[in-house]
């Protein structure tokens, strides 16, 4: 596909794409109670005991003091990234977000359980390193610029 500016006709079906996956995320997460009113401090507690980098655990742990406003602040972040990568508005600084939002997620689920070999923890993180890439693009793209808001 022909590059339109920085930013590629396939760049921004990407970023929308990407998106539209966020909407989803945050609809679940704010639209019904089970996320906010448990299922964040589930998961949350589940990173601390097993997954988290031990670095990170403080951070985690310091959420849960506040679960279900932290559950919800999560559906939030991935609304307004969600907005942004399909309006194609702010991407560069949603992008940011959005790249920062799968580092906590690497870092919360990194840490396998004792035995498992070490080439799996790059297999574990897939998902989440693709996003991590992918939002990084964005940025580095100007992704917004090419069927987005963020034109000139």
């Known amino acids: 596909m022909k590059n339109s500016g920085s930013s590629s006709v396939t760049m921004a079906v990407a970023r929308i794409i990407v998106g539209i996956m966020f909407l989803f995320f945050a609809q679940y997460k704010l ?13 949350v507690t589940g990173y601390v005991q097993e997954s988290a980098v031990s670095f990170y655990k403080p951070f985690l742990r310091a959420t849960l003091k506040f679960p279900t406003a932290s559950g919800y602040a999560v559906g939030v972040a991935e ?20 790249a920062l ?41 100007n992704a917004g610029q090419t069927a987005g808001l963020d034109k000139g």
Request: charged share 10%; aromatic share 20%; hydrophobic share 55%.
């Open 31 to 43: 639209m019904g109670r089970d996320f906010a009113h448990g299922g964040y401090e589930k998961y």
């Open 79 to 98: 609304l307004l990234i969600g907005l942004s990568m399909v309006l194609g508005y702010w991407v560069r600084p949603f992008a940011i977000v959005g």
């Open 101 to 141: 939002f799968m580092f906590n997620l690497l870092l919360s689920t990194w840490v396998l359980p004792h035995g498992v070999p070490a080439w799996r923890y790059f297999g574990n993180e897939l998902d989440n390193i693709g996003l991590l890439l992918l939002f990084l693009l964005f940025f580095a793209h």
